[in-house]
C-alpha cells in the first residue's frame, strides 16, 4: 500500500530564518506530488505541484520554492521566512489526474 | 473570488441521525468532486468523489449528491456516529487540467452527540 510521510510535525522558526519541509511517498512510482498551506479559519490552498523530477509549477507568488530531486520526495524551501509563511503545510500526491489526492498528517509552522 | 463555498461553518447532529453537509461550487468547469475529512492535527483523509456524469455516489454510510445545475453538491452520512465528529472538506477539479489541482472549500465542523 502506498504511504505518505511528511516531517517535522511541528516547526517553530524566527523570521528571517530558512525552512525546509519533506515529503516521501512510498509504495508508488511516479506520482503526482503537491504542497497546500491551510491558514486559519481558511481552506486548503495549493502553493505547488510536480507531475515529475525536477518539473515543479507555482500556483500563488510567495516567499516560498519547491524542489524534487528524486521520485517520490518533494521539499518545500525558503531562505528567509515571513510572519505570513505561519500554517499548516500539507503535502499530497496521487497517481493520475481526476484521481483522489492522499494527504501527509502535515507541518504545523509558527513564525516568531 | 471563493470558487467552492461551504457556507456552513459547524453543524450538530445527534448520533444515529442524518448530517447532510453542503457545498456550492461556480466554476461550471468543475467536473469532479471529493469529500475529504480532517481530524486535528492530521491531514485530510479521502472519504467519497463523484464524478459530474453521475448524480449519486455512495460508500456504505457515505453518499455524496450532486446538482450540476444548482452547482450544489452534499455529503450525507446515515447513520452519523459519534466518530464522524470532524472537519468536513469540499473540493472540486476541472478535467483537462494536467495538474488534478483541487480547489477546496473552508470545511464545515460536525459535531456528533453522543
Known amino acids: 500500500s502506498q504511504t505518505i510521510h511528511q516531517w517535522p510535525a511541528t516547526l517553530v522558526q524566527p523570521v528571517g530564518s530558512p525552512l525546509s519541509l519533506e515529503c516521501t511517498v512510498e509504495g508508488t512510482s511516479n506520482p503526482n506530488l503537491y504542497w497546500y498551506r491551510q491558514a486559519a479559519g481558511r481552506g486548503l490552498q495549493l502553493l505547488f505541484y510536480s507531475v515529475g523530477i525536477g518539473q515543479i509549477s507555482s500556483e500563488v507568488p510567495q516567499n516560498l520554492s519547491a524542489s524534487r530531486p528524486q521520485d517520490r520526495q518533494f521539499i518545500l524551501s525558503s531562505k528567509k521566512l515571513l510572519l505570513s509563511d505561519s500554517g499548516f503545510y500539507l503535502c499530497?500526491?496521487?497517481?493520475?489526474?481526476?484521481?483522489?489526492?492522499?494527504f501527509g498528517d502535515g507541518t504545523r509552522l509558527s513564525i516568531l | 473570488d471563493q470558487q467552492v463555498k461551504q457556507n456552513s461553518p459547524s453543524l450538530s447532529v445527534q448520533e444515529g441521525r442524518i448530517s447532510i453537509l453542503n457545498c456550492d461550487y461556480t466554476n461550471s468547469m468543475f467536473d469532479y468532486f471529493l469529500w475529504y475529512k480532517k481530524y486535528p492535527a492530521e491531514g485530510p483523509t479521502f472519504l467519497i468523489s463523484i464524478s459530474s456524469i453521475k448524480d449519486k455516489n455512495e460508500d456504505g454510510r457515505f453518499t455524496v449528491f450532486l446538482n450540476k445545475s444548482a452547482k450544489h453538491l452534499s455529503l450525507h452520512i446515515v447513520p452519523s456516529q459519534p466518530g464522524d465528529s470532524a472537519v468536513y472538506f469540499c473540493a472540486a477539479s476541472a478535467r483537462g487540467g494536467a495538474t488534478n489541482k483541487l480547489i477546496f472549500g473552508t470545511g464545515t465542523l460536525l459535531a456528533v452527540q453522543p
Open positions: 499530497a500526491w496521487s497517481r493520475q489526474v481526476n484521481q483522489p489526492q492522499h
